[in-house]
């Protein structure tokens, strides 16, 4: 079975500063890995992937990740952190090509200081 | 496309009540998933489908039950509503196409069982 941890429930950075957003997982198996990003009221959006290949992930929106497969580590980052960025953001792991299933984590709130 | 709809967008029911949560897709996707959102929890699995005729159960899926008798279709039904079922759900698709593996999620229903 596999499981995600994301450390700090509740971010906040001010606007410019780098945003890290912490992801850590367990898995038998290679993994494939997510972002999603949810803003108030709305879905679940995806922010990057990491199935195979180059281990430094560019997604959308100025984020990026890179799996560390001996930390077990999919942390997400952004250089500079704009207000737009205030949402909750969720990492997930899946192990079935299809990624009907994924398992996620609870959820990290990033919030924006002026 | 519409890509994920689900309706209703709000409900409130009485304990031991029952109801169908609708959610539709306009892709041609083969995978399509329920997920419940609880705070501090992020998002479970609750059903999935690869396929019109096949079902089976993801992490939570004691109390709702699901049928697929169309690509297009993947409803969820409460027998039995309990204040337990208090929850945001949402719907999610996936092509499960070579290179694809994205997971597309609806708008999300907020269910309050009283």
């Known amino acids: 079975a596999q499981s995600v941890t994301q450390l700090g429930s509740h971010v906040s950075v001010s606007e410019g500063a780098l945003v890290l957003l912490r992801c850590n997982y367990s898995?038998?198996?290679?993994?494939?890995l997510f972002w999603y990003v949810q803003y108030p009221n709305q879905g679940l959006q995806l922010l990057l992937k990491y199935t195979t290949g180059a281990t430094l992930v560019k997604g959308i929106n100025g984020f990026e990740a890179e799996f560390k497969k001996s930390e077990t580590s999919f942390h997400l980052t952004k250089p500079s952190a704009h207000m737009s960025d205030a949402a909750e953001y969720f990492c997930?792991?899946?192990?079935?090509?299809?990624?009907?299933?994924?398992?996620f984590g609870t959820g990290t709130r990033l919030t924006i200081i002026p | 496309n519409a890509g994920v709809t689900q309706t209703p967008k709000f409900q409130v029911l009485k304990t031991g009540q029952s109801m169908t949560l609708q959610c539709a897709q306009d892709m041609n996707h083969e995978y399509m998933s329920w997920y419940r959102q609880d705070p501090g929890m992020g998002l479970r699995l609750i059903h999935y489908?690869?396929?019109?005729?096949?079902?089976d159960q993801g992490e939570v899926p004691n109390g709702y039950n699901v049928s697929r008798s169309t690509t297009e279709d993947f409803p969820l039904r409460l027998l039995s509503a309990a204040p337990s079922q208090t929850s945001v759900y949402f719907c999610?698709?996936?092509?499960?196409?070579?290179?694809?593996?994205?997971?597309?999620f609806g708008p999300g229903t907020r269910l309050t069982v009283l």
């Open positions: 999610a698709s996936n092509p499960r196409l070579a290179g694809v593996d994205t997971q597309y």
């Open positions: 489908s690869v396929g019109a005729g096949i079902t």
């Open positions: 898995s038998s198996v290679p993994p494939y």
């Open positions: 997930a792991v899946s192990i079935s090509f299809g990624n009907e299933k994924l398992t």
